[in-house]
């Protein structure tokens, strides 16, 4: 997670309007949906702090993709 909050905030700073963050999921581990959406609203919280906003967050095959755009 600190990887994406740390490119998240260089793109930030380097003026980027868009940012897309990925979280994979291991389909063996078999994890609960709530799971999941702990580890979404999280990493959220934390891109959105640095000064995002989420506008997508969409299933893709075995990853979650979330789109963010720079907070006004």
Do not use: H, Y
Not at 29 to 38: D, F, H, L, T, Y
Request: glycine share 4%.
């Amino acid at each position: 997670m600190n990887r994406v909050v740390s490119d998240a905030r260089f793109a930030f700073n380097r003026g980027d309007f868009t940012f897309e963050a990925v979280i994979d999921i291991n389909p063996r581990a078999n994890p609960s949906m709530r799971k999941i959406r702990g580890a979404v609203d999280e990493l959220v919280s934390a891109i959105e702090a640095v000064g995002w906003q989420c506008v997508a967050v969409q299933p893709f095959l075995a990853s979650v993709e979330m789109q963010f755009v720079r907070a006004v």
